[in-house]
């Protein structure tokens, strides 16, 4: 990743890929106090837009909040690196990642007197769990690892620290052959995927875990938003992970993840073992917004 041409938004400039470095006493990298965002461009008629900018924004704004993590630059400074570095790296589509970091002052877990530092990334990255995906759904396992308990780490806040606990159970699922993991939280409820959201479809209604211990998915919030239009009644409950077994259908959400099937939970099948019609539905409204196709929610993107 980090010898290729392009630029990257460093601390208020654009700087050359290859020259966006930190120093190795960097504090986060050694403590893992630090925020960041995932956010997508897509291709639209009228050109590349950002999807739902000023809601990542206003979440990594809040991330570092709870972090107590100072941000030297304010929203409509972060908003417009993002619109830059996807016109600066002439990208029609594709994935920005902005990250909140602290400086390297000083080692120990002390962390007030350490500046804050911004990076903004983008680059093209296609489907995240692979393009057959999106069509046929995926086979997941429930992990061994629990999802963090709220006062462990805070949910939510999207932050770097969180990501060990995602990596270890996406690992462990992966080696055992499996797509992704599921994480149930501290009481063995379901809470997310190791980098989603989850939604399970029964009798025609839509059950998605409520926010206790996991992500506030902006994709989440987007898919609720579209069901209510379609009239399916969303409920944000308690779910376990037989619930899920018993689904007529499930998907995970996420920037990466999009909306992404579930065909199968450890080994049994969900539903017809294939996208259903509403997660079809859901998802194809989904892409339709988010390529400018559908009429409404065209405030949901920020042309580049
Ligand atoms: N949960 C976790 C753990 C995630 O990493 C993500 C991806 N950011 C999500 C949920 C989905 O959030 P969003 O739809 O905002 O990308």
């Not at 630059?73 to 994935?95: C, H, I, P, W």
């Not at 057959?132 to 396992?141: D, P, S």
Request: proline share 2%; with cysteine.
């Amino acid at each position: 990743m980090s010898d290729r041409d392009g630029l990257i938004w460093y601390d208020g400039k654009m700087v050359d890929w290859r020259d966006a470095t930190t120093h190795v006493l960097t504090h986060t990298l050694h403590y893992g106090m630090g925020v960041f965002e995932g956010v997508r461009a897509y291709k639209t008629d009228k050109g590349t837009a950002i999807f739902r900018l000023k809601e990542h924004t206003d979440r990594l704004f809040a991330s570092a909040h709870i972090f107590c993590m100072k941000m030297p630059f304010d929203k409509a400074t972060l908003m417009q690196a993002q619109l830059d570095v996807v016109r600066g790296n002439k990208l029609e589509s594709g994935y920005i990642r902005p990250i909140v970091f602290y400086g390297s002052e000083a080692m120990g877990i002390a962390a007030t007197t350490l500046s804050t530092h911004i990076a903004v990334a983008a680059w093209s990255w296609g489907t995240y769990l692979g393009a057959e995906a999106l069509e046929k759904g995926i086979r997941v396992k429930t992990s061994s690892f629990t999802r963090h308990h709220v006062n462990v780490n805070m949910c939510r806040a999207k932050s770097v620290s969180t990501y060990t606990n995602s990596i270890l159970a996406h690992q462990e699922a992966a080696q055992d052959g499996y797509d992704e993991a599921l994480l149930l939280d501290v009481d063995g409820y379901v809470a997310e995927g190791a980098g989603e959201n989850l939604f399970i479809v029964k009798n025609g209604k839509l059950f998605t875990p409520d926010l206790t211990s996991c992500l506030e998915g902006i994709t989440r919030a987007s898919i609720i938003e579209l069901a209510g239009e379609l009239n399916i009644p969303v409920i944000e409950k308690r779910i376990t992970r037989d619930e899920v077994y018993c689904a007529d259908e499930a998907f995970f959400t996420g920037t990466a993840a999009e909306v992404t099937p579930i065909r199968e939970l450890d080994n049994r099948t969900i539903g017809e073992g294939k996208r259903g019609p509403i997660t079809t539905q859901l998802q194809t409204m989904f892409f339709d917004c988010v390529t400018g196709k559908a009429t409404h929610h065209q405030d949901w993107l920020t042309l580049v």
